[in-house]
Protein backbone atom coordinates (compact mmCIF):
# COMPACT_ATOMS: atom_id res chain seq x y z
CA UNK A 1 0.00 0.00 0.00
CA UNK A 2 1.99 3.19 -0.72
CA UNK A 3 -1.19 5.42 0.79
CA UNK A 4 -0.15 8.24 3.23
CA UNK A 5 0.54 6.81 6.68
CA UNK A 6 0.97 8.30 10.37
CA UNK A 7 2.54 6.86 13.35
CA UNK A 8 1.13 6.40 15.74
CA UNK A 9 -2.50 5.77 15.39
CA UNK A 10 -3.14 7.00 19.24
CA UNK A 11 -1.22 8.43 21.38
CA UNK A 12 -2.34 8.97 25.34
CA UNK A 13 -0.16 11.43 27.13
CA UNK A 14 -0.23 13.66 30.50
CA UNK A 15 -1.03 17.12 30.41
CA UNK A 16 2.25 19.13 30.10
CA UNK A 17 4.22 16.35 28.46
CA UNK A 18 5.48 16.96 24.83
CA UNK A 19 4.27 14.39 21.78
CA UNK A 20 5.56 14.28 18.25
CA UNK A 21 3.58 12.77 15.13
CA UNK A 22 4.69 11.58 11.72
CA UNK A 23 3.68 11.78 8.17
CA UNK A 24 4.66 9.47 5.73
CA UNK A 25 3.59 10.82 2.15
CA UNK A 26 2.65 9.36 -0.90
CA UNK A 27 6.23 9.46 -2.53
CA UNK A 28 5.82 11.98 -5.55
CA UNK A 29 3.51 14.34 -3.48
CA UNK A 30 5.54 17.61 -3.25
CA UNK A 31 2.52 19.30 -0.83
CA UNK A 32 1.54 18.38 2.61
CA UNK A 33 -0.66 19.56 5.03
CA UNK A 34 -1.79 18.71 8.92
CA UNK A 35 -5.37 19.33 10.46
CA UNK A 36 -6.72 18.85 13.38
CA UNK A 37 -10.38 17.19 13.65
CA UNK A 38 -12.56 16.97 16.98
CA UNK A 39 -15.44 15.42 17.42
CA UNK A 40 -18.24 16.29 15.08
CA UNK A 41 -16.39 18.64 13.47
CA UNK A 42 -14.96 18.87 9.72
CA UNK A 43 -10.64 19.29 9.51
CA UNK A 44 -9.31 22.35 10.61
CA UNK A 45 -6.35 23.51 8.58
CA UNK A 46 -2.91 23.53 10.96
CA UNK A 47 0.08 24.39 8.03
CA UNK A 48 1.07 23.24 5.03
CA UNK A 49 4.45 22.41 3.19
CA UNK A 50 5.26 22.65 -0.45
CA UNK A 51 8.48 20.29 -0.36
CA UNK A 52 10.63 20.97 2.52
CA UNK A 53 9.01 24.75 2.99
CA UNK A 54 6.04 25.53 5.31
CA UNK A 55 4.43 28.13 3.39
CA UNK A 56 1.34 28.55 5.27
CA UNK A 57 0.35 28.51 8.89
CA UNK A 58 -3.07 28.62 10.64
CA UNK A 59 -3.86 30.97 13.33
CA UNK A 60 -4.82 27.90 15.19
CA UNK A 61 -1.18 27.04 15.75
CA UNK A 62 -0.27 28.30 18.80
CA UNK A 63 3.55 28.67 19.36
CA UNK A 64 3.47 25.43 21.18
CA UNK A 65 3.10 23.80 17.85
CA UNK A 66 5.93 23.18 15.26
CA UNK A 67 5.67 21.38 12.35
CA UNK A 68 8.75 20.37 10.30
CA UNK A 69 9.30 18.37 6.48
CA UNK A 70 13.48 17.93 6.22
CA UNK A 71 14.31 16.99 2.89
CA UNK A 72 10.64 17.33 1.38
CA UNK A 73 9.20 13.84 2.37
CA UNK A 74 8.06 12.75 6.09
CA UNK A 75 6.96 15.64 8.17
CA UNK A 76 6.70 15.52 11.77
CA UNK A 77 4.09 17.86 14.10
CA UNK A 78 5.25 18.51 17.35
CA UNK A 79 3.21 20.04 20.15
CA UNK A 80 4.78 20.97 23.50
CA UNK A 81 3.38 21.27 27.06
CA UNK A 82 0.35 20.06 25.94
CA UNK A 83 -3.21 20.44 26.80
CA UNK A 84 -6.20 18.50 27.45
CA UNK A 85 -7.99 21.11 24.62
CA UNK A 86 -4.99 19.70 22.27
CA UNK A 87 -7.17 15.89 22.43
CA UNK A 88 -8.27 16.11 18.80
CA UNK A 89 -7.51 13.75 15.47
CA UNK A 90 -4.44 14.85 13.70
CA UNK A 91 -5.00 14.77 10.27
CA UNK A 92 -2.27 14.07 7.47
CA UNK A 93 -2.82 14.91 3.47
CA UNK A 94 -0.70 14.92 1.02
CA UNK A 95 -1.07 16.27 -2.63
CA UNK A 96 -0.13 16.61 -6.27
CA UNK A 97 -2.86 19.35 -6.79
CA UNK A 98 -5.77 20.12 -6.24
CA UNK A 99 -6.94 16.88 -5.03
CA UNK A 100 -5.53 15.56 -1.11
CA UNK A 101 -5.22 11.98 -0.05
CA UNK A 102 -5.60 11.17 3.43
CA UNK A 103 -4.14 9.44 6.23
CA UNK A 104 -5.60 7.12 8.83
CA UNK A 105 -5.23 9.77 11.57
CA UNK A 106 -3.37 10.05 14.76
CA UNK A 107 -5.82 10.43 17.59
CA UNK A 108 -4.44 12.12 20.83
CA UNK A 109 -6.04 11.80 23.88
CA UNK A 110 -4.69 14.42 27.05
CA UNK A 111 -5.04 13.22 30.21
CA UNK B 1 -12.36 34.08 3.70
CA UNK B 2 -14.45 30.96 2.77
CA UNK B 3 -16.66 28.93 5.05
CA UNK B 4 -18.83 25.95 4.23
CA UNK B 5 -22.48 25.14 6.06
CA UNK B 6 -23.81 21.69 5.61
CA UNK B 7 -26.98 21.54 7.31
CA UNK B 8 -28.01 18.73 8.25
CA UNK B 9 -25.90 16.64 10.95
CA UNK B 10 -27.27 13.20 10.16
CA UNK B 11 -29.27 12.08 7.55
CA UNK B 12 -31.52 8.47 7.75
CA UNK B 13 -32.35 7.53 4.40
CA UNK B 14 -33.91 3.56 3.94
CA UNK B 15 -31.87 1.25 1.28
CA UNK B 16 -32.19 1.97 -2.27
CA UNK B 17 -34.27 5.53 -1.60
CA UNK B 18 -32.78 8.93 -2.92
CA UNK B 19 -30.89 11.07 -0.76
CA UNK B 20 -29.69 14.82 -1.23
CA UNK B 21 -27.19 16.04 1.46
CA UNK B 22 -26.39 19.46 1.42
CA UNK B 23 -23.86 21.86 1.29
CA UNK B 24 -23.61 26.00 0.83
CA UNK B 25 -20.87 28.04 0.45
CA UNK B 26 -19.72 31.63 1.28
CA UNK B 27 -17.02 33.31 -0.87
CA UNK B 28 -16.11 36.37 -2.29
CA UNK B 29 -13.86 35.09 -5.23
CA UNK B 30 -14.56 32.29 -7.37
CA UNK B 31 -14.08 28.48 -5.78
CA UNK B 32 -13.35 25.02 -5.92
CA UNK B 33 -15.70 22.46 -4.52
CA UNK B 34 -14.93 19.28 -3.63
CA UNK B 35 -17.13 16.60 -1.79
CA UNK B 36 -14.53 13.91 0.78
CA UNK B 37 -16.38 10.93 2.37
CA UNK B 38 -15.00 8.87 5.44
CA UNK B 39 -16.46 5.13 5.81
CA UNK B 40 -16.07 3.79 8.79
CA UNK B 41 -12.43 3.59 10.79
CA UNK B 42 -10.65 5.09 7.38
CA UNK B 43 -9.16 8.38 6.25
CA UNK B 44 -11.06 10.99 4.62
CA UNK B 45 -10.96 9.69 0.37
CA UNK B 46 -12.01 12.21 -2.50
CA UNK B 47 -15.34 11.98 -3.86
CA UNK B 48 -15.80 14.40 -6.43
CA UNK B 49 -14.86 17.54 -7.29
CA UNK B 50 -15.49 20.61 -9.17
CA UNK B 51 -12.77 22.86 -10.44
CA UNK B 52 -14.19 24.36 -13.35
CA UNK B 53 -16.13 23.73 -16.97
CA UNK B 54 -19.39 21.65 -16.66
CA UNK B 55 -21.24 22.51 -12.95
CA UNK B 56 -22.54 18.45 -12.81
CA UNK B 57 -19.82 16.18 -11.92
CA UNK B 58 -20.31 12.71 -11.04
CA UNK B 59 -18.44 10.19 -8.67
CA UNK B 60 -17.39 6.78 -9.76
CA UNK B 61 -19.80 5.23 -6.77
CA UNK B 62 -23.02 7.01 -8.73
CA UNK B 63 -23.07 10.23 -6.47
CA UNK B 64 -23.10 13.70 -8.05
CA UNK B 65 -23.55 17.10 -7.39
CA UNK B 66 -23.77 20.50 -8.79
CA UNK B 67 -22.27 23.51 -8.89
CA UNK B 68 -25.08 26.32 -8.38
CA UNK B 69 -23.20 29.88 -8.42
CA UNK B 70 -26.36 31.92 -7.65
CA UNK B 71 -27.48 29.74 -4.87
CA UNK B 72 -23.59 29.19 -3.89
CA UNK B 73 -24.61 25.16 -2.97
CA UNK B 74 -22.74 22.47 -4.14
CA UNK B 75 -25.65 19.74 -3.07
CA UNK B 76 -24.81 15.81 -3.13
CA UNK B 77 -26.92 13.20 -4.28
CA UNK B 78 -27.62 9.47 -5.68
CA UNK B 79 -31.27 8.37 -6.69
CA UNK B 80 -30.93 5.06 -4.77
CA UNK B 81 -28.25 4.26 -1.90
CA UNK B 82 -27.04 1.24 -0.44
CA UNK B 83 -26.13 -0.11 2.88
CA UNK B 84 -22.36 0.53 1.96
CA UNK B 85 -22.67 4.18 1.40
CA UNK B 86 -22.91 4.41 5.29
CA UNK B 87 -20.00 7.16 6.04
CA UNK B 88 -19.64 10.80 6.72
CA UNK B 89 -19.34 13.04 4.50
CA UNK B 90 -17.46 16.46 4.03
CA UNK B 91 -18.46 19.22 2.05
CA UNK B 92 -15.21 21.33 1.75
CA UNK B 93 -14.62 24.89 -0.71
CA UNK B 94 -11.10 26.25 -1.66
CA UNK B 95 -10.32 29.62 -3.38
CA UNK B 96 -8.31 30.19 -6.25
CA UNK B 97 -4.71 28.45 -4.94
CA UNK B 98 -2.42 30.75 -4.11
CA UNK B 99 1.59 29.52 -4.90
CA UNK B 100 -0.40 26.37 -6.03
CA UNK B 101 -1.60 25.95 -2.95
CA UNK B 102 -5.63 24.42 -2.37
CA UNK B 103 -5.94 24.94 0.92
CA UNK B 104 -9.61 23.71 1.64
CA UNK B 105 -12.40 24.91 4.56
CA UNK B 106 -14.50 21.67 5.59
CA UNK B 107 -17.99 21.73 6.65
CA UNK B 108 -18.90 19.90 10.01
CA UNK B 109 -20.07 16.85 8.14
CA UNK B 110 -23.51 14.96 7.56
CA UNK B 111 -23.77 11.53 8.74
CA UNK B 112 -25.50 9.45 6.16
CA UNK B 113 -26.98 6.50 7.83
CA UNK B 114 -28.68 3.93 5.28
CA UNK B 115 -30.95 1.53 6.78
CA UNK B 116 -32.21 -2.09 5.66
Known amino acids: DTGVSQDPRHKITKRGQNVTFRCDPISEHNRLYWYRQTLGQGPEFLTY????????KSRLLSDRFSAERPKGSFSTLEIQRTEQGDSAMYLCASSPGDEQYFGPGTRLTVT | AQSVTQLDSQVPVFEEAPVELRCNYSSSVSVYLFWYVQYPNQGLQLLLK??????LVESINGFEAEFNKSQTSFHLRKPSVHISDTAEYFC??????????????FGRGTSLIVHP
Open chain 2, 50 to 55: YLSGST
Open chain 1, 49 to 56: FQNEAQLE
Open chain 2, 92 to 105: AVSVAPAGGSYIPT
